[in-house]
């Protein structure tokens, strides 16, 4: 079950590869940075739009510790998260690097992303914590 690169997310799954988080963002308004990836700018509808490195830091924003076990990610239980990136943008992901518990993974604690190579062309952007959270949540 991984992700299928289209011409419009091709520039995304490029970056992960190349352990690169990418973002786009409008050159006609002041719409911000935007994800998921798409050639149109989700706030005026402008095709003017440019591909940029995000910093790869985020705060956890949400998540879900699922219990069941999925072939692809072992038999522990992992959580399913949002973060919210620096730039603005909100994305899907799983923490890694830490334990799966709710008293590891306290909300707004800073993360960074990680990248975890799965093929030849596909890598997969997780976010761990960040090296000065590391301490607080074990």
């Not at 050159?27 to 798409?38: I, N």
Request: proline share 14%; glycine share 6%.
């Amino acid at each position: 079950m991984l992700p299928e690169p289209t011409p419009e997310t091709r520039h995304f799954w490029e970056g992960c590869k190349a352990s690169e988080l990418r973002l786009q963002r409008c050159t006609d308004c002041d719409g911000g940075s935007y994800f998921p990836p798409r050639p149109f700018c989700p706030k005026c509808g402008s095709r003017k739009v440019e591909v940029f490195p995000a910093s790869g830091k985020a705060v956890l924003w949400s998540y879900v510790i699922n219990h069941r076990p999925r072939p692809d990610m072992g038999t522990e239980p992992y959580a399913i998260a949002v973060v919210k990136l620096e730039e603005g943008p909100t994305m899907m992901t799983n923490i890694v690097g830490c334990p799966q518990t709710p008293e590891a993974l306290p909300l707004d604690m800073p993360v960074k992303v990680s990248f975890a190579r799965q093929t030849d062309d596909i890598s997969l952007p997780f976010f761990e914590p960040a090296p000065s959270s590391q301490a607080k949540a074990g």
